[in-house]
Nanobody, 123 residues
């Protein structure tokens, strides 16, 4: 069964950091661009970041640029999202998704999705 699983979410104070992980089972991530999306309470799903299959291209939403860093370790079949200087408005369920062709900001272009991990930024 092809599956993505996110981990690393939790409760953190404003200004804190978290690192999210995205693991694949049943397939290799090496051939896929991997995107991170988030959906806050009462909000639509929002694209956050994406990394190309080779790792040579990384892309960020303006709202997280300079604070978040996406990376991948193809040998471990993992993708990471390092989140620093977290703000209350970053509170959301974070999802990773795999796109066989290329990075995209459009969520329905992604073939596989994880179940999400909750990130809460609050004092």
């Amino acid at each position: 069964q092809l599956q993505l699983v996110e981990s690393g979410g939790g409760l953190v104070q404003p200004g804190g950091s978290l690192r999210l992980s995205c693991a694949a089972s049943g397939f290799t991530l090496n051939n896929y661009a991997i995107g991170w999306f988030r959906q806050g309470p009462g909000k639509e799903r929002e694209w956050v970041s994406c990394i190309s299959s080779s790792g040579g291209g990384t892309y960020y939403a303006d709202s997280v640029k300079g604070r978040f860093t996406i990376s991948r370790d193809n040998a471990k079949n993992m993708v990471y999202l390092q989140m620093n200087s977290l703000k209350p408005e970053d509170t959301a369920v974070y999802y990773c998704a795999a796109d066989f062709s290329r990075c995209s900001r459009i969520f329905n272009e992604y073939e596989y999705w994880g179940q999400g991990t909750q990130v809460t930024v609050s004092s």
